[in-house]
């Protein structure tokens, strides 16, 4: 897992962070000879902040991905209501 700490917010690291490993990822797809290269990731539900910016970045949310065991997790996390959000961009 790979985040930015907010107080780091709007400097561009994100931004910076996401371009690379787009471009990874296109660079493994290029040498491959593959048709097509999409990048997914998933985003904690709680960080409502990010779905606009991972949009404006061209990525759409695919779908809610729930822990197996719930009971588990909201013990462990203060009973929030923790899920990852799948987002996808195709980049070719």
């Not at 097509?36 to 998933?42: L, Q, T």
């Not at 904690?44 to 822990?67: A, V």
């Not at 899920?83 to 980049?91: A, E």
Request: charged share 25%; with cysteine; hydrophobic share 35%.
């Amino acid at each position: 897992a790979v985040s930015i700490p907010t107080k780091y917010g709007n400097k561009g690291f994100g931004k910076k962070l996401v371009q690379g490993a787009e471009n990874y990822i296109l660079s493994i797809s290029n040498s491959n000879n593959y048709q097509s290269a999409v990048m997914e990731m998933g985003v904690i539900n709680l960080r409502k902040d990010l779905f606009p910016w991972y949009e404006k970045q061209g990525y759409t949310i695919i779908e809610e991905i729930r822990p197996n065991d719930e009971e588990v997790s909201r013990i462990i996390l203060d009973d929030l209501d923790v899920c990852c959000i799948l987002m996808r961009k195709i980049l070719k």
